[in-house]
Nanobody, 124 residues
Framework: QVQLQESGPGLVKPSQTLSLTCSVS??????????WSWIRQSPGKGLEWLGY???????YYNLLTESRTSISRDTTKNQFTLQLSSVTPEDTAVYYC????????????????WGQGTQVVVSS
């Protein structure tokens, strides 16, 4: 069974870099044409896709946050990481990692496995 688990600090100060890691078990992130994604939900808002790293290491980012976003992976640990720089209180959200299928460029039509989500608050 595929399981994803987010980890990272729950509190980040404005202007700093938010860094979260998603640990994956039950499936290798290097195989199978899957796309390992980061998604967030801010208070009172819908889900916002931030980007993904594919099984082959390719990355795609939401154009609205692309300049501040980096997704990388450590295949030896079967983990992938989100870094979001220059954060503001508007980046306060629950952050999820998820596995996506059939992605074409910026579009991922479906997700089958999700982490439980981790709350990140941006505040001084």
């Amino acid at each position: 069974q595929v399981q994803l688990q987010e980890s990272g600090p729950g509190l980040v100060k404005p202007s700093q870099t938010l860094s979260l890691t998603c640990s994956v078990s039950g499936y290798s992130i290097r195989t199978g044409y899957w796309h390992w994604s980061w998604i967030r939900q801010s208070p009172g808002k819908g889900l916002e896709w931030l980007g993904y790293i594919g099984w082959n290491g390719n990355t795609y980012y939401n154009l609205l946050t692309e300049s501040r976003t980096s997704i990388s992976r450590d295949t030896t640990k079967n983990q992938f990481t989100l870094q979001l720089s220059s954060v503001t209180p508007e980046d306060t959200a629950v952050y999820y990692c998820a596995r996506a299928g059939d992605c074409s460029g910026y579009v991922c039509p479906w997700y089958d496995y999700w982490g439980q989500g981790t709350q990140v608050v941006v505040s001084s």
